[in-house]
């Protein structure tokens, strides 16, 4: 009965190397969220996707980050060559529609770049 | 720019008295309000909403209410109680947009 889950929870890697975060959303939500939350801040908005094709990916900070959602359900986000600045806590939030107001967030991805 | 800000970032109160939150917001399309609760090591957990055509919602102990020409909202918990304690965000929404923008957060202690 589940809710949003993401996988793995935490994760260390050196600079310069690849990552990919999983999330797992609501069942028969159709609408999924990336956000990234840094230390003593608010999240902040990455990529939205309704079913599988990304319907807003404004906020994904540069051509390192991609996200996909292959089959309309589970998303994976994609960071290219890591760098300190993207340790973070990697969140993923799902609504029912893209009408719907209320997004409903998994426990979050510790990123941490070493 | 900070469209959505939180200007306390802690509050501490008795268990029993009234907690209230504040946020401010500068973006006149915002037009949905939700209030967010985070323990650590755990996601924002969705707590209470508010469209701006009101200016009240209820829901128990959570009251939050809505100013449009100060473009204030807050979130009234009474009476607080120890479990509580959090963080706190408040996130707006424009009703044709799909993000989320949240504020900074307002750690919260209950105090037994």
């Known amino acids: 009965g589940a809710g949003v889950s993401q996988t793995p929870s935490n994760k260390v890697t050196e600079k310069g190397k690849y990552v990919e975060l999983r999330c797992d959303p609501i069942?028969?939500?159709?609408?999924l969220y990336w956000y990234r939350q840094s230390l003593g801040q608010g999240p902040e908005f990455l990529i939205y996707f309704q079913g599988t094709g990304a319907a807003d990916d404004s906020g994904l900070p540069n051509d390192r980050f991609f996200a996909v959602r292959p089959e309309g359900s589970v998303s994976t986000l994609k960071i290219q060559r890591t760098e300190r600045g993207d340790s973070a806590v990697y969140l993923c939030a799902s609504s029912l529609d893209r009408v719907s107001h209320e997004q409903y967030f998994g426990p979050g991805t510790r990123l941490t770049v070493t | 720019d900070q469209q959505v800000k939180q200007n306390s970032p802690s509050l501490s109160v008795q268990e029993g008295r009234i907690s209230i939150l504040n946020c401010d917001y500068t973006?006149?399309?915002?037009?949905?309000f939700l209030w967010y609760k985070k323990y650590p090591a755990e996601g924002p957990t969705f707590l209470i909403s508010?469209?701006?055509?009101?200016d009240k919602n209820e829901d128990g102990r959570f009251t939050v209410f809505l100013n449009k020409s100060a473009k204030h909202l807050s979130l009234h918990i009474v009476p607080s109680q120890p479990g509580d304690s959090a963080v706190y965000f408040c996130?707006?929404?424009?009703?044709?947009?799909?993000?989320?923008?949240f504020g900074e957060g307002t750690q919260l202690t209950v105090n037994p």
């Open positions: 973006n006149s399309m915002f037009d949905y």
């Open positions: 996130a707006a929404k424009e009703t044709s947009g799909s993000r989320l923008t």
């Open positions: 069942s028969g939500h159709t609408a």
């Open positions: 508010i469209s701006s055509i009101k």
